[in-house]
């Protein structure tokens, strides 16, 4: 017989989103409602009923992990390790359903000063606390959906709210780079409804809780930690869903199912129908809107102001490759202003195009040859950069910052797109000096010496990513903090 479900399985664009502490394996005594043998199966019958699109667990060992897929069947992965050093002890594995969601990103941090040294401490637990990430496109529907998973300090309650601050600033970094994504954030939070970590994670308003934001709820309010005893309305609800901007709740619940009168954890399940808003396609009206808008603050200014240059200085009367050299980098620099990139970044990249073709419309190349050296790291890196930002929007390429290594991915991305273009330079220069003006500097040295500084600029530029694609200070300021509060 099949148990009945608070939810089950939904269909796109609805997604079904539980969380769930499925307390970790002990040592218990006989006749113990905590001993694993005998929940067990009671996971296994309310996973196997559910069947959530995603499920972020907390406190689950490697065998209790195991177990949780088994009940999932095969269509389901999983990711996350253990939270120690080595990767053992307890989980806060994302598992989802791999025939709706496909997986572009995942990475796991320690909730401390250091999130990327596994198993580091810092904000006052003395257990260590970890946060999954998952990055994944709705095949469905097309949506970006980005996870965070995690499990807050059950002490201290200064690890809890400087924990909370960095959980919102990568939630805050994930939407700066994706203001299309939808983004969920699941876990055991140690802390109630009103409390202050909770008012961290929603104090800037990117972040809300599904039980307060549901069109319909399906329970009553129970508390999410019964400890096996009957569910108890109006109890602290510790375990939470919470949901970004570009979702919408359609139903939430705490499930309090009992199965001849035993509980699968002393944490009950909380769910939720989620329904993800589809990214917008990219639309002429739209890219017109905003390549027409009015500069904000000095900066853009100064970038217009490259922009409104390089098309006068086109229409003044050149030779044809020389007015077409011009036309082309007019085309170019309208591409930061369309993808509203940092303003400094597009500075760079305006003073960039622009240097290099007055530099080969006045002959620079030819009068000063090692001008072409500086020219080849500056140019090549800048609009490598560029083109990554581009592709990244486009969502061609993975964002470095979803990417386990972030900075390193940068760069070898940066690099990569450098020497291709470098490569594909050197192509156009051969076929302008051979079909469009023999004075065109190329041979084995000259290519060699430009594709080694593009590379080298692209590198540069790669490492640099973190500034020239910064997200606005406003969020960059907000680091984890030391700041007191109640435990809860």
Known sequence: MTDAALIGPVSAPDVHVMTFNVRRRTTALPGSPDRWNARAPLVRRLLRAEQPTLLGVQEALADQVDAVAGAHGSRYRRVGRGRSATGGGEHCAIFYDADRLELTAWRQRALSATPDAPGSRSFGNLTRRIVVSAEFTDTATGSALIVFNTHLDHVSGRSRLASAAMILNLVLQAESAD?????????????????????RLTAEGALRDAWDAASERLTPPWGTYSNYRAPRPGGSR????????????????????RFDGRAASDHEPVQAVLRPAVRPTISSDGMIRTSLRRPEGPAEIVGDVLRVLSIVVAGIGWGPLSGLSF????AAMLVPRLLRVRPAFDILFGTAVLLSTWSSVLGLFIAARWWDLPMHFFTNGIVAAMLYVVLVRFHVLADAETLPRPVL?????????????????EFFEWFGRTYLDPEILTGYADSLGDLLQGGLGSLVAGLSMRFLAGRPRHVS??????????SD
């Not at 510790?238 to 199912?257: K, S, T, W």
């Open 327 to 330: 036309v082309a980098a007019s």
């Open 179 to 199: 203001p299309d994504a939808a983004i969920v954030v699941t876990g055991d939070f140690n802390a109630g409804a009103g409390s202050a970590v909770t008012r």
């Open 477 to 486: 300021e907000r680091l984890p903090s030391g700041e007191a509060g109640h």
């Open 409 to 425: 991915s940068a760069a070898l991305m940066v690099t990569a797109l450098g020497l291709s273009l470098g490569v594909l330079w």
């Open 238 to 257: 510790i375990d939470r869903i919470l949901v970004g901007r570009r979702v919408d709740v359609l139903r939430a619940g705490v499930n309090a199912a």
